[in-house]
């Protein structure tokens, strides 16, 4: 990867340990190829600049679903509050400021194309085959189980489905994003893929092709 955009992933907000960044990086080169990425919860930009890195190489598309309000856990007074992502003037959280100024930084505003609202909304009218679907919105377990039920049907033939925070011990974190995730794998429609930390890696079957 390019050392500018090492160096903004290093300056960017964010929840994406370094390793499970490289493999995002690594499945959306791959997956860019069989048609747009999308991801579910941008923040303050951090995996759009490995996702969006990659879709930039092989001049593919990255949209990016987020309200940019803040996630439940991302609220005054709770485990990941960051004061410095009030917005002044409504004192609510707004990370969209802060997400579109990684994208200028790195250059990626013609590659990424933020979608701003709740990922239900979207996918109403969403018709787009995708490379590969990334959920790490609300680790709540309905919203969670939504993004999946809602986004995962567009991913193409040998497309990749990729969860964050897949913790399978809850002394380690909330299993909402696990419990999904082996919903996904029951389905029999992925095939998983060795995980990288709590990056978990599901890829599309090869469509049955009836002659
Ligand atoms: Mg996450």
Redesign the pocket.
């Known amino acids: 990867m390019m050392n500018d955009i090492d160096r903004l992933i290093e300056a960017t907000r964010g ?2 340990d370094p390793e499970e960044g490289q493999r995002l990086h690594t499945i959306a080169q791959e997956a860019s190829l069989l048609g747009p990425c999308l991801e579910i ?1 941008s923040y303050c930009g951090k ?1 759009a600049l490995y996702i969006g890195s990659a879709c930039r190489k092989t001049r593919s598309i990255l949209f990016s679903i987020d309200h940019h309000r803040g996630s439940e856990e991302q609220q005054p007074g709770e485990l990941y509050f960051d004061p410095g992502l009030i917005d002044p003037v409504t004192l609510e959280i707004d990370t969209l400021r802060h997400f579109r100024a990684t994208l200028q930084a790195a250059g990626l505003e013609e590659t990424v194309v933020p979608i701003v609202c709740r990922s239900e909304v979207a996918a109403k009218a969403w018709k787009t085959g995708l490379g590969m679907v990334f959920i ?1 919105g609300s ?1 709540a377990y309905e919203s969670a189980l939504l993004d999946y039920r809602l986004w995962s049907p567009h991913i193409l033939s040998r497309g990749f489905l990729v969860f ?2 897949i913790f399978k011990d809850p002394a380690e974190g909330g299993l909402a994003p696990y419990r999904v995730y082996c919903e996904a794998l029951e389905s029999r429609l992925f095939d998983e893929l060795p995980m990288t930390k ?1 990056l978990g890696v599901l890829r599309r079957k090869a469509a049955i092709k009836h002659t």
């Open positions: 929840f994406m919860g995996s790490d680790h964050h925070d709590t």
